[in-house]
């Protein structure tokens, strides 16, 4: 498991493109593999399972110090591939495309498997701390709490699946869902917004080889961009915004964690005063 430290706003006024990217940005998928990436912010762990020819097993590590991974954490689980299953303490969760799992605390043995090896499942993951256990529960997508939101005219038209929250599937600190932009709409997160109570990992996919998205991010009085490509996550600490536009439309599944699950605690910027 890699480890991310903290970077405060003052560091960050300072640094390069790279040292920026070397800080914030993710890359997690690879065939055959499971990644994890531990950040000390709000002490999330990010990571990715696209098991191919065996099974995938989620394991605690020493950064843990667990006995197993889920023994003090929780975990939401996104697929952005092919058909695949999760497997919590021998109950099975078939996953389609774009379908959620929520597994709480104190689920033992999770192991991730595609039903095609050559077209595999492409998990991501999101974990933070928990202090009590809620059930482990499938979110399909026809059953996400759906919000259509924007418009053409201001090229953010889009829908927001909304999955862990206070009002669908219940979690201990855990809000997760995805954001899927229409053809034409390019924009998320926008008008901007910092939350000082929660901090934010956004992963990025859909899009194909040749498309970007420009990820903003920063105090509002002092924002930098970040060229994000396919299936790349960024993490986003509670005194930048995050927002993007890309070259055409994309998806993204958005997590938080900290001190609510109040998914309208925005401190809201102006688009007039961004800098």
Sequence with gaps: MDIRYTIGKNEYKRMTTDELRDAFVVDLFEAGDLNLLYCEV????????????TKLSLEAGKELAADYFCQRREVGVLNIGAVGTVTVDGTEYTMENLDGLYIGRGSKEI?????AADDPARFYLISYPAHTE???????????????LGSVEDANKRTIYQYIHENGVKSCQLVMGFTALEP?????????HTHERRTEVYL??????????FHMMGPGDETRHIVMANEQAVISPMWSIHSGCGTKAYTFCWGMGGENQRFDDMDHIQIADLK
């Excluded at 762990?45 to 696209?50: C, D, F, K, S, Y």
């Design 184 to 192: 034409g709409s390019v924009w998320n997160t926008m008008p901007c």
């Design 42 to 53: 709000e002490r999330s762990i990010v990571g990715a399972a696209v098991p191919t020819v």
């Design 204 to 213: 990025y996919f859909g899009l194909d080889d040749g498309s970007r998205v």
């Design 134 to 148: 809620y059930p482990t529960t499938l979110a399909k997508k026809a059953d996400a709490n759906a919000l259509n």
């Design 111 to 115: 192991v991730f498997e595609s039903d």
